[in-house]
């Protein structure tokens, strides 16, 4: 698998990642452990968590991984993330509790997982860039951040002298979307590296919730996540994949995936899932790039019939 660089000191990643969002929720560590390898074993380098994920048991599931299978230095390339609020101490001590969760003393690529005012303070961002020159973090990164907020970090960066952040990670898919073309042009001026996740928006784009939400599905398990897509919008976007993917043959979760994973500007897909399978269907949607098609699938939804509602 091809891989790009996503950071001005070299950090490559490969071209799908694979989020470990599941581990110790969804799936136990055995079949955490089943998917790593399988992951690893076809290309993939690239394994985002998070302290959130499971109250950190994805982390330690990770890292019991590394310490089991011992990757050679610099094969892979491991991404986490620090929830608010971000005052200085308490930054110091997430990411340490980070790093003894991973085994690790370092971490490649560190976010602020999501905007809250306190990482606008440059309190905040001269910590993370004393992290960073103690060799606690290679790169640092922001998630679920718009425009206007990236800018402003950017800004106070540049202004006190800091370490700037170099990626954003936010969801993009074909039903919900926080990566627009607005926002791509400014992060490519900024030279700031995009990785998307939930490529089948947790599963909405296979048309498998609906009905009803699927006992066990990530809608079941993280009900805030309905509201994200369980909307007139996103069950129109849904409705076009539908009608292509009756049309072309392909299944929807296979054109689902094929668009997230060849749209420009965007460096790496985190890809989750359960078992090795969720994650072949992505490689194998490596494999269909049709820009015509994508252009279809892209275009305005307009109002269909029967659109359901939950």
């Not at 076809?42 to 982390?59: I, K």
């Not at 110091?92 to 303070?121: F, K, P």
Request: charged letters at 20%; hydrophobic letters at 45%; a neutral charge.
């Amino acid at each position: 698998m091809d891989t790009r660089v996503i950071t001005p000191a070299g950090l490559r990643v490969s071209r799908i990642g694979l989020g470990c969002v599941t581990f110790g929720r969804e799936i136990d560590e055995a079949a955490s452990f089943a998917l790593l390898d399988h992951a690893f074993a076809r290309g993939v380098t690239f394994f985002d968590t998070a302290a959130a994920y499971g109250l950190g048991a994805s982390e330690k599931i990770l890292g019991r991984w590394l310490a089991s299978r011992r990757p050679a230095e610099g094969t892979v390339i491991i991404a986490t993330k620090i929830l608010p609020p971000y005052e200085p101490a308490r930054i110091a001590e997430a990411v340490g509790e980070s790093l003894q969760r991973l085994g690790r003393a370092t971490t490649d690529l560190l976010y602020v997982h999501r905007w809250d005012a306190t990482a606008e303070s440059p309190a905040a961002l001269a910590a993370l860039d004393a992290l960073v020159r103690a060799g606690k973090i290679r790169a640092l990164g922001v998630s679920n951040y718009n425009q206007q907020q990236l800018a402003t970090a950017l800004a106070l960066q540049q202004q006190h002298g800091l370490e700037r952040f170099s990626v954003v990670q936010n969801n993009h898919n074909l039903a919900v979307s926080d990566v627009s073309a607005e926002f791509r042009e400014f992060c490519a001026a900024q030279q700031i590296a995009i990785v998307t996740y939930s490529p089948l928006g947790a599963g909405f784009l296979t048309g498998k919730h609906q009905r009803a939400v699927q006992p066990g599905s990530r809608f079941d398990l993280v009900p805030g996540h309905q509201d994200v897509y369980f909307h007139d919008t996103a069950y129109r976007r849904l409705a076009r994949l539908e009608s292509v993917a009756a049309r072309t043959g392909h299944s929807p979760a296979h054109l689902a995936l094929a668009w997230a994973l060849h749209q420009p500007g965007v460096a790496s897909v985190l890809v989750g899932g359960r078992t090795p399978a969720h994650l072949d269907q992505a490689l194998a949607a490596l494999a269909l790039d049709d820009p015509a098609l994508f252009a279809e699938l892209s275009a305005e939804p307009v109002n269909l019939p029967n659109t359901p509602s939950l």
